[in-house]
């Protein structure tokens, strides 16, 4: 098993603050914007960083010959449909209730690479996704139980998550022959062109000049979101074992709600504190002490 470097530390910490605060940010961006606009300029807006990362360090972006099929394949789940759903999920839900149904990622990873693949889900595992099920229905019983709820919005962020966790299967299983730089790059690009015409069709109706705070969530979400974030989780996604990248995805969800909490004065309820015990225990069952046999 690869062993943590001083980098990857530095990587982990601040990929788990820059996540875990974006919650809260997007829930500023898509309060009153057009979701898939909004998460159409924060992707358009980070190629361009990216291209210069790129040029930088002297990355190539070229698709290698006979790999754009691959690259469209990891790009379905991982961006497209994380990113689709998981934007209306925000709309509808509290910043941290979303990032605590988001998180249920991993147990959707354990349980596509059983039913795809053939992994084998030790008894604790299935505990876990026990425990994940049991937090899902408790913040989707919240939502039904409240004049306010937005019980389609938990099913959305629920359809995210399983959407990113079968693509993180993927991504671990698809030979890419390209750099991290250049993978993100284009994954990002192609999924933008879907977002678009996806705003065209659904919101052009909508469509109007973001405001200043609208502004800079854009910013936030296109330099440090998909600009930085998304290059250092398929880095880690793709070089280090489970056990190192679910450092950073279990303490997410509980930045989120946190800095939810501090940005936008939400006011987590007891449905919020044990659904995120719960989904804490079963990652920690499915990726913190994996038998080689388990894992993904």
């Not at 690479?113 to 992994?119: A, K, W």
């Not at 306010?148 to 698809?174: C, E």
């Not at 330099?223 to 279990?250: D, E, N, Q």
Request: proline content about 6%; some cysteine; glycine content about 8%.
């Amino acid at each position: 098993m690869a062993s943590l470097s001083r980098k990857d530390w530095i990587l982990l910490a601040l990929l788990t603050l820059c996540w875990g605060i974006n919650w809260p940010v997007m829930k500023i961006g898509v309060l009153d914007f057009p979701p898939l606009a909004f998460r159409t300029l924060c992707m358009a807006g980070s190629l361009p960083a990216i291209w210069l990362v790129a040029r930088f360090q002297r990355v190539s972006l070229a698709i290698p010959p006979g790999q754009l099929k691959s690259v469209i394949k990891v790009t379905l789940p991982n961006m497209l449909v994380w990113h689709f759903f998981i934007i209306y999920g925000v709309k509808l839900l509290s910043s941290g209730r979303v990032a605590i149904l988001g998180y249920t990622m991993p147990v959707w990873a354990v349980l596509f690479g059983l039913l795809f693949y053939g992994e084998r889900i030790s008894h604790v595992a299935w505990l876990g996704v026990g425990c994940a099920l049991a937090g899902a229905l408790l913040l989707l019983s919240a939502e039904v139980g409240t004049m306010a709820g937005q019980p389609l919005g938990s099913v959305l962020a629920l359809i995210a998550a399983a959407g990113w966790g079968y693509g993180t299967v993927l991504l671990k299983r698809t030979q890419i022959d390209m750099p991290t730089l250049a993978l993100t790059f284009w994954m990002i690009a192609l999924a933008a062109i879907a977002m678009l015409a996806a705003t065209v069709l659904f919101e052009i109706h909508l469509w109007r000049r973001p405001t200043p705070a609208e502004t800079a969530a854009i910013i936030y979400n296109a330099l440090i979101v998909f600009g930085f974030a998304h290059v250092v989780w398929f880095k880690l996604a793709r070089t280090l074992p489970p056990v190192a990248s679910s450092l950073s995805v279990m303490l997410i969800p509980v930045v989120g709600v946190f800095s939810g909490a501090l940005l936008l004065g939400e006011t987590p309820h007891w449905q919020d504190y044990a659904a995120m015990g719960l989904i804490l225990i079963a990652m920690s069952s499915v990726l913190l002490k994996p038998k080689a046999s388990d894992t993904i």
